[in-house]
């Protein structure tokens, strides 16, 4: 059997209440869940014998510009021993978008989710080091929200004093 | 040079560099721990890096790295240009070599299109992605050597880069921003005169390696500089998210190009160096003996590479050729389609990867159906590598921080995208 058949049964042993979404578009497996999960879930696919999720390659969002769940939190892992990656996603609300940080699992999501904090606004709950990653500290706009023109927002740096 | 005052330095980066006992004063450097800010314009973080680097004399006790000098907003600007226009912007990533990122970004789009690009292309494409290769390990073995005081190296890894840009130039007419690859192949031939040279190069080039390499690995200044400096176990480096030489020079055998094979690396023979030292000296090792694994690959690739077409014939998705957008209705109305509103893929999301020389660049797409992508998110190795860098830098001294900085070869064009 094949890793990639694997993962979702053991989920759902390991999880038997939650709904996994699971979608394979061009050989990219993604499993969509509740965001409360995402450190339970996350810890399971590290430390499981067989599947062995040891590294967190990135962690983004998606803005859908819409009502309800407007942002989609994306995370993509590897197993190194399975050479296999994994994407999985979990949908937060515009009101105060928030989700618990991965940091504990994989401590390489520290930067990436300043990043997405940087560029989205979404707040990482528990995160050691929450500041923005490009954009000065003071910036009051998240870039990457659809709401931001491409053009920017003229006035919104203050220049360094002379 | 003017003092550093509190005010220059953000609050919160102050807040991230100390611990609650520290007691920090920007005044009196003698008594105490002091602050000192490395560039954004400092000749050895190549660009414009910033590192912020708590003292304790010359010993760092704490190291932030601030990005963000370079930052072009790529990722906002793809969400509203199509695909094909995007593609020079992929040269701006790792400028050091611009084929690699062009390749990336063509099969992360082919993969969402569903496409392949003909046999010839996908050698042509491996050989531009070996050359890069070369080209990038060059500059990184060349400005590691001078970043601990060898210049010599440095001027004979360009000299040899300068060969492989010559090649580029007849390639592709352009010596640094290729824009070589289209989706659905590259976009002219390889000439016979460009694979002349191509062997010209690689047959003097062992010998120049050599040379090089008997002026750095017996030289005691430079190992002793590097040795046992910036150890990360593999473990660690796995958990912080290495990828490329760097993960490889701690003992971990990962390459994408064995691991999770695309074009055609699966029919290359080819050895995956690694080192288990995990110090700055294993990761200049494996950039070494890649460079060789890289020019194996290229013969490999000419040797077998087939005549045929370079542009896959599919009429709706890949750009026509320009002498049938003169002559023929059909092409010209496909031309206008493509240029004008973008090659509509389905809707959905993907994520490509490949090993890039500096790690594993990937490009997650997602698609809502329209000729432009609706979020695209550049997954690039240098910020990742860039990561480790406080960790590593800690317990060391002011001066090997350049050359630890060296030997994880960030390029900040990638990292600050």
């Given at each position: 059997?094949?890793i990639?058949d694997?993962i979702?049964?053991?989920?759902q042993e390991?999880f038997p209440?939650?709904?996994?979404?699971?979608?394979?578009?061009?050989?990219?497996l993604?499993?969509?869940?509740?965001?409360?999960?995402?450190?339970?879930v996350?810890?399971?696919?590290?430390?499981?014998?067989?599947?062995?999720f040891?590294?967190?390659?990135?962690?983004?969002a998606?803005?859908?510009?819409?009502k309800k769940?407007?942002?989609t939190?994306?995370?993509?892992?590897?197993?190194?021993e399975?050479?296999?990656?994994?994407?999985?996603?979990?949908?937060?609300e515009?009101?105060?978008p928030?989700i618990?940080?991965v940091?504990?699992?994989?401590?390489?999501?520290?930067?990436y989710?300043r990043?997405?904090?940087?560029?989205?606004?979404?707040?990482?709950?528990?995160?050691p080091?929450l500041?923005?990653m490009?954009?000065?500290?003071?910036?009051?706009?998240?870039?990457?929200?659809?709401?931001?023109p491409?053009m920017?927002?003229?006035?919104?740096?203050?220049?360094?004093?002379? | 040079?003017?003092?550093?005052?509190k005010?220059d330095?953000?609050?919160?980066?102050?807040?991230a560099l100390?611990?609650?006992?520290?007691?920090i004063?920007?005044?009196?450097?003698?008594?105490?721990?002091?602050?000192?800010?490395?560039?954004?314009?400092?000749?050895?973080t190549?660009?414009?890096?910033?590192?912020l680097?708590r003292?304790?004399?010359?010993?760092?006790?704490?190291?932030?790295?601030?990005?963000?000098?370079?930052h072009r907003g790529?990722?906002?600007?793809?969400e509203?240009?199509?695909?094909y226009?995007?593609i020079p912007?992929t040269?701006?990533?790792d400028?050091?070599?611009p084929?690699a990122?062009?390749t990336a970004?063509?099969l992360?789009?082919?993969?969402?299109?569903?496409?392949?690009?003909?046999v010839?292309?996908?050698y042509?494409?491996?050989?531009m992605t070996?050359?890069?290769?070369?080209?990038?390990?060059l500059v990184?073995?060349?400005?590691?050597?001078?970043?601990v005081?060898?210049?010599?190296?440095?001027?004979w890894?360009?000299?040899?880069?300068?060969?492989?840009?010559?090649s580029?130039?007849?390639?592709?007419g352009?010596?640094?921003?290729t824009?070589?690859?289209?989706?659905?192949?590259?976009a002219a031939?390889?000439?016979?005169?460009?694979?002349?040279?191509?062997?010209?190069f690689?047959?003097q080039?062992?010998?120049?390696?050599?040379?090089?390499e008997?002026?750095?690995?017996t030289?005691?200044?430079f190992?002793e500089?590097?040795?046992?400096?910036?150890?990360?176990?593999?473990?660690?480096?796995?958990?912080?998210?290495?990828?490329?030489?760097?993960?490889?020079?701690?003992?971990?055998?990962?390459?994408?190009?064995?691991?999770?094979?695309y074009m055609l690396?699966?029919?290359?023979?080819?050895?995956v160096?690694?080192?288990?030292e995990?110090d700055?000296?294993?990761?200049?090792?494996?950039r070494?003996?890649?460079?060789?694994?890289?020019?194996?690959?290229i013969l490999?690739c000419l040797?077998?590479?087939?005549?045929?077409?370079i542009?896959?014939?599919?009429?709706?998705k890949?750009?026509?050729r320009?002498?049938?957008?003169?002559t023929?209705?059909?092409?010209?109305?496909?031309?206008?389609m493509?240029?004008?509103f973008?090659v509509?893929?389905p809707?959905?999301?993907?994520?490509s990867?490949?090993?890039?020389?500096?790690?594993e660049?990937?490009?997650?797409?997602?698609?809502?159906?329209?000729g432009?992508?609706?979020?695209?998110k550049i997954?690039s190795?240098?910020?990742?590598?860039?990561?480790s860098?406080?960790?590593?830098?800690?317990g060391?001294?002011i001066?090997?921080v350049?050359?630890?900085?060296g030997?994880l070869d960030?390029?900040?064009?990638?990292?600050d995208?």
């Amino acid at each position: 059997m094949e890793i990639k058949d694997k993962i979702v049964p053991l989920l759902q042993e390991q999880f038997p209440e939650t709904n996994f979404e699971v979608t394979d578009f061009r050989g990219d497996l993604k499993i969509k869940f509740d965001a409360s999960l995402i450190v339970p879930v996350g810890n399971f696919l590290k430390q499981h014998d067989e599947l062995k999720f040891n590294m967190c390659e990135d962690v983004t969002a998606v803005d859908w510009a819409t009502k309800k769940k407007r942002f989609t939190i994306i995370y993509h892992i590897y197993s190194l021993e399975n050479k296999f990656r994994l994407r999985l996603a979990c949908d937060v609300e515009e009101n105060h978008p928030h989700i618990e940080s991965v940091v504990p699992v994989w401590k390489s999501a520290n930067w990436y989710e300043r990043e997405t904090y940087d560029m989205y606004g979404i707040k990482f709950d528990n995160h050691p080091d929450l500041r923005r990653m490009y954009m000065p500290e003071e910036y009051e706009y998240y870039p990457l929200r659809k709401e931001y023109p491409l053009m920017g927002i003229p006035g919104d740096l203050t220049l360094p004093k002379k | 040079m003017e003092k550093l005052t509190k005010d220059d330095v953000h609050p919160s980066i102050v807040k991230a560099l100390l611990d609650q006992e520290t007691n920090i004063t920007f005044e009196d450097a003698l008594e105490n721990e002091m602050i000192l800010n490395m560039g954004p314009q400092h000749p050895a973080t190549h660009g414009v890096l910033r590192v912020l680097l708590r003292l304790d004399g010359e010993t760092i006790v704490a190291a932030v790295p601030d990005l963000g000098y370079l930052h072009r907003g790529y990722e906002k600007m793809a969400e509203n240009m199509s695909f094909y226009e995007f593609i020079p912007h992929t040269d701006r990533l790792d400028y050091i070599s611009p084929p690699a990122n062009n390749t990336a970004f063509c099969l992360a789009v082919e993969k969402l299109y569903g496409i392949e690009a003909p046999v010839r292309a996908q050698y042509i494409r491996m050989i531009m992605t070996e050359l890069a290769r070369i080209t990038s390990h060059l500059v990184a073995v060349g400005s590691l050597a001078m970043d601990v005081g060898a210049l010599t190296v440095f001027l004979w890894c360009l000299r040899e880069r300068e060969k492989v840009l010559n090649s580029y130039d007849i390639i592709c007419g352009a010596r640094f921003t290729t824009s070589y690859t289209r989706i659905g192949g590259v976009a002219a031939d390889m000439p016979d005169e460009a694979i002349v040279i191509i062997k010209d190069f690689i047959a003097q080039f062992e010998e120049k390696l050599d040379e090089a390499e008997r002026l750095l690995n017996t030289n005691r200044i430079f190992v002793e500089r590097l040795e046992g400096v910036g150890v990360i176990s593999g473990e660690e480096a796995i958990n912080m998210g290495l990828t490329g030489p760097n993960l490889r020079g701690s003992g971990i055998d990962h390459d994408l190009r064995r691991a999770n094979p695309y074009m055609l690396y699966d029919q290359m023979d080819f050895k995956v160096p690694v080192y288990n030292e995990g110090d700055s000296l294993a990761r200049y090792f494996v950039r070494a003996d890649e460079l060789r694994e890289s020019c194996k690959i290229i013969l490999q690739c000419l040797d077998k590479m087939p005549k045929g077409e370079i542009m896959l014939n599919s009429p709706k998705k890949v750009l026509p050729r320009k002498t049938e957008i003169y002559t023929k209705m059909e092409e010209l109305i496909h031309d206008f389609m493509i240029v004008n509103f973008g090659v509509k893929p389905p809707v959905g999301d993907i994520y490509s990867a490949v090993e890039n020389p500096k790690g594993e660049l990937g490009f997650y797409i997602v698609s809502k159906g329209e000729g432009h992508p609706w979020k695209m998110k550049i997954r690039s190795p240098s910020f990742c590598n860039l990561q480790s860098l406080g960790g590593l830098i800690k317990g060391h001294m002011i001066s090997d921080v350049v050359a630890i900085i060296g030997s994880l070869d960030p390029v900040m064009g990638e990292a600050d995208k």
